[in-house]
């Protein structure tokens, strides 16, 4: 049994209902909120191991609910997957970009739900096993959501301290820009892969000593990125 704590907020008392009974059903904890300001209160108070948000709610929709969450240091690191009837590319990419690690569209089969939600958590447990790595004049905290060079702190973005971490995770490896795509953005990006080189070139100027000459990660032509040994 899996028993990872789930928080639902959405104002469909018929959807709480199916999602509370099938998380319940495969060992899930699932509790929820029927607006965004009392998701966000639970969110603080309870801890969830994810929570699955709904856009349009009462009092305060969900990707403002998304961004508070993701802003506070205590509720940072809980992984998100927005529920929504809203299927327009806009909508999904604003909730991903504000740190939403998945997106799941209304109508949907509560069996993807439910893989999306190992898959998430899986994900998620993975990467918090370790916390701290150093490397070089480079001190990361996967907790913190921190990076230090040479003692001073760096200032990333989610996106790019997301990408930073992976590509540290899989130190070695070369990791091609698809892959990058779908693990920090959460989904496909119908082969858009000008986003990753973007962030990797911001990511250079903030972390590199020279970013036309990189001592961390590497262009693999053709293929992606990997961090270097």
Request: hydrophobic content about 40%; glycine content about 6%.
């Amino acid at each position: 049994m899996a028993g990872e704590k789930i928080l639902i907020i959405d104002d469909e008392l018929h959807i709480i209902e199916l999602l509370k009974y099938n998380l319940e059903a495969n060992g899930y904890k699932a509790f929820y909120a029927l607006n965004g300001k009392e998701g966000l209160r639970l969110a603080s108070e309870k801890k969830p191991d994810l929570i699955l948000l709904d856009v349009m709610l009462p009092e305060m929709d969900g990707f403002d609910v998304c961004k508070e969450i993701k802003k506070n240091e205590d509720t940072s690191n809980i992984p998100i997957i927005m529920l929504t009837a809203k299927s327009e590319e806009f909508d999904k990419i604003l909730g991903l970009e504000l740190g939403a690690d998945d997106y799941i569209t209304k109508p949907f089969s509560i069996r993807e739900l439910l893989a999306r939600v190992k898959a998430v958590l899986r994900r998620n447990n993975k990467q918090a096993k370790s916390n701290v790595v150093y490397i070089h004049d480079l001190k990361l905290d996967f907790d913190k959501r921190e990076v230090l060079k040479n003692g001073i702190k760096v200032d990333l973005t989610l996106k790019e301290f997301e990408l930073l971490k992976l590509l540290v995770l899989n130190k070695g490896k070369v990791l091609t820009r698809d892959f990058l795509l779908d693990k920090v953005w959460g989904y496909e990006y119908y082969g858009e892969t000008r986003t990753v080189d973007v962030h990797v070139r911001h990511l250079r100027q903030k972390i590199e000593d020279d970013d036309k000459n990189p001592k961390y990660i590497e262009t693999v032509r053709g293929i992606g990125y990997k961090f270097k040994e």
